[in-house]
Each structure stands twice: as structure tokens, then as C-alpha cells.
């Protein structure tokens, strides 16, 4: 990358460490930034001017401030718009919203959705842990087979690790070792 600095500007090395801290902010997710477009075009010259919106359609330049690292099983959920918006997961006190606004808002619970995909990969941690343990009793003395159903259980339960939640690899093996 070159950078050309114009004289009485920003020094290079005052440039250089704002690029740098600016690196350590992740992108933008894809789905915020579709929701701000939503939102615009809902709101056509109500917030600021289609010339001023032009930076959302520079994902790169975009990152988020506050990020919030999801699992890969809560994004899975929350592909899903009827589970976004399930009465489940509002808040029980909404803010005030305009008029304009109150039928197309809809704030959610962060915690109540964390909750669930929580309980869900507990739930199916749990059956991986237990299932197993009755299939080897059911098979008797059958050494291949309950090798198999070992390998198999291992196997699935580290790719579930793997998908439902945000653990690095490491963990992961450690949590399937365990």
C-alpha cells in the first residue's frame, strides 16, 4: 500500500498506528449491514441523504465496534427470520418507538437466544455422552463393534463441538478428549 501525505496533515506515523488499531476492530456482519440498508430505504431521506449512505456499500471499510462473537449454531438459528422475531426472545419492556417505527422494531433478548443455543448444545452433548454408553452394554462382547460405536460417537461428537460453538480447535479437541 502506498500512502502520499499532504504537508500540515496527519504525520505518517500518526496514520499508520489509527490504520493499525482500526485493523483490530472485526468486519462488519453481513446481516447489520443489510439491516442498516433495510432500514435506509425504509426511511428514504429521513436519516441522511442516498449520497451519505454510499459507505455501506464499502463492506470493507466497515467494522464493528463492539463485537460479539455468535457460534456457528446461533447463526444457523438466526438465518431464520421467524426465529429472530419469535415472541420469545422480546424484551418485555420495548422502548418507545416512533410511529412510523413500532411495526417493523422489534427489539430481543441477546441473553434469552444465548440461553437456548446454550441448552441445546448441552442437551445434545449430553445424549453424545450417554448414548453411547448404552449401546456398548447392548452390544455384550462384540470388541469391533463397540470400537466402531466409539469412533463414531468421537468422531460426531467433535464435529457438533466443532459447528454449535465459537471454541478454537484446541478446545475442542480437549473437550472431545474429555
Known amino acids: 500500500m502506498i500512502i ?19 485493523q483490530m476492530y472485526p468486519e462488519a456482519p453481513l446481516q447489520n449491514i443489510q439491516n442498516i440498508v433495510t432500514w435506509h430505504n425504509n426511511h428514504q431521506n429521513r436519516a441522511i441523504s442516498e449520497e451519505e449512505q454510499s459507505y455501506l456499500y464499502r463492506p470493507l471499510d ?13 447463526r444457523l438459528l438466526e438465518r431464520s427470520p421467524r426465529f ?3 415472541h420469545f426472545w422480546r424484551h418485555k ?8 417505527d413500532k411495526d417493523v422494531i422489534t427489539y ?5 437466544i444465548e440461553k437456548f443455543a446454550t441448552a441445546i448444545i448441552v ?7 450417554i448414548t453411547p454408553m448404552w449401546i456398548l452394554q447392548a452390544l455384550g462382547g462384540r470388541t469391533v463393534h463397540k470400537l466402531g460405536t466409539i469412533t463414531a460417537f468421537i468422531v460426531g461428537f467433535l464435529g457438533i463441538v466443532s459447528y454449535a460453538t ?4 484446541f478446545e475442542t479437541l480437549g473437550a472431545t478428549a474429555a
Open 4 to 22: 502520499g501525505f499532504v504537508r500540515g496533515s496527519q504525520t505518517a506515523d500518526e496514520f499508520m498506528l489509527q490504520r493499525a488499531k482500526m
Open 166 to 169: 465459537a471454541a478454537k480447535p
Open 84 to 86: 429472530r422475531i419469535h
Open 108 to 112: 430481543i433478548s441477546d441473553k434469552r
Open 123 to 129: 442437551i445434545v452433548g449430553l445424549v453424545m455422552i
Open 62 to 74: 466497515l467494522f464493528s465496534l463492539v463485537p460479539k462473537e455468535k457460534s456457528p449454531l446461533r
Open 93 to 100: 419492556r420495548q422502548p418507545e418507538l416512533p410511529v412510523y
